[in-house]
Nanobody, 121 residues
Framework: QVQLVESGGGLVQAGGSLRLSCAAS????????MGWYRQAPGKQRELVAT???????NYADSVKGRFTISRDNAKNTVYLHMNSLKPEDTAVYYC???????????????WGKGTLVTVSA
């Protein structure tokens, strides 16, 4: 069974930085896209950033230039470096991975349980 475990959330002042980590474990044959999504109170979950296995990245306009996504394929881990944080970045951040568990499996989407990031003004 695949697990995605996020860490690194917390409380930070506006203008500060945080680094989120997400490690995928369990039965993993191939990892393709890994990414971060967030959900603020009363809002829908939204894309923050994704990174494909070839290191191609994609960012939401709201975080471009402030956040950087990276991955360590040897560790099945994805990171989100967040700089110049704003109060509107406050949300639960969820890790996402598109992967195959075995040679015979199809591509499946997996989610972590989320980590809370709170940015104070």
């Amino acid at each position: 069974q695949v697990q995605l475990v996020e860490s690194g959330g917390g409380l930070v002042q506006a203008g500060g930085s945080l680094r989120l980590s997400c490690a995928a474990s369990g039965s993993i044959f191939r990892l393709n896209v890994m990414g971060w999504y967030r959900q603020a109170p009363g809002k829908q979950r939204e894309l923050v950033a994704t990174i494909i296995s070839d290191e191609t990245t994609n960012y939401a306009d709201s975080v471009k230039g402030r956040f950087t996504i990276s991955r360590d394929n040897a560790k099945n881990t994805v990171y989100l470096h967040m700089n110049s944080l704003k109060p509107e970045d406050t949300a639960v951040y969820y890790c996402n991975a598109l992967l195959r568990e075995t040679f015979y499996s199809g591509w499946e989407n997996h989610w972590g349980k989320g980590t809370l990031v709170t940015v104070s003004a």
